[in-house]
């Protein structure tokens, strides 16, 4: 699954990796947090940055106390269940990220966090979708959720799953607008390479949800985690 992530970048490194104007002021947040704001490039307009809220709420949730549980897809189930397969259809997303964190379980019990990123990249997207949610009160909300995969051999000993890092040739494919077939976006949906990824403990900070700080992504020790 994807619980937490980490982006931090210059609007410059944004605007390279995924073609996007009109860059909104986004705040560095080294620990983003479930039903967070967190920034999304959508296929409804041309490319560009927006904030939606982390957490889907189908357009025919009652309320919004579902959110919390709504922040990652299944890939393989995506185009089958109620709550994503219209989202899937025509709403996708890009949601920008620098890594991720996950909990290694240890002999013990004890979780110790893990920073998770790509070892050329810097930024990168995970894959998205999108809904419009309507508010008894008649307010629009925003809101999308990431998907999510069969982890590869590298995430493995970390968790059975791993979010959907995109590769840079299928943005265009996965941002196509309007309604598109499942079996094409599916096979979008695929495994990030194992040696193009690394990891590293860091600190146990990363537990509470709210608190952001640089520091958050500063290994603890030990060199990255080997396959």
Not at 4 to 17: G, I, K, N, S, Y
Not at 32 to 38: E, F, R, S, Y
Request: charged content about 20%; hydrophobic content about 40%; some cysteine.
């Amino acid at each position: 699954m994807c619980g937490r992530f980490v982006l931090a970048v210059q609007p410059q490194q944004m605007a390279l990796e995924f073609a996007v104007g009109n860059l909104p002021q986004l705040a560095a947040n080294y620990n983003v947090a479930p039903t967070q704001p967190v920034a999304v490039i959508t296929n409804e307009t041309e490319r560009q940055v927006s904030l939606y809220k982390w957490g889907l709420l189908p357009s025919w949730a009652k309320d919004a106390s579902m959110a919390a549980k709504m922040i990652n897809a299944r890939s393989e189930t995506v185009d089958e269940k109620p709550a994503f397969r219209a989202a899937f259809k025509r709403r996708r997303c890009i949601i920008p990220a620098n890594g991720f964190y996950e909990w290694r379980v240890n002999a013990d019990g004890k979780k110790t966090p893990m920073y998770i990123h790509l070892k050329d990249r810097e930024l990168f997207g995970f894959a998205g979708l999108w809904e419009v949610w309507h508010s008894p009160e008649g307010d629009e909300v925003r809101t999308c959720t990431i998907l999510t995969t069969e982890a590869n051999s590298f995430m493995q000993s970390l968790h059975t799953r791993m979010p959907v890092i995109l590769h840079r040739e299928d943005y265009e494919a996965w941002l196509q607008p309007g309604e598109m077939a499942a079996a094409p976006l599916k096979t979008l949906l695929r495994q990030y390479e194992d040696e193009k990824m690394t990891a590293y403990e860091v600190s146990r900070a990363v537990n509470r949800a709210g608190f952001s700080s640089p520091e958050m992504i500063t290994p603890v020790q030990s060199p990255p985690l080997l396959l």
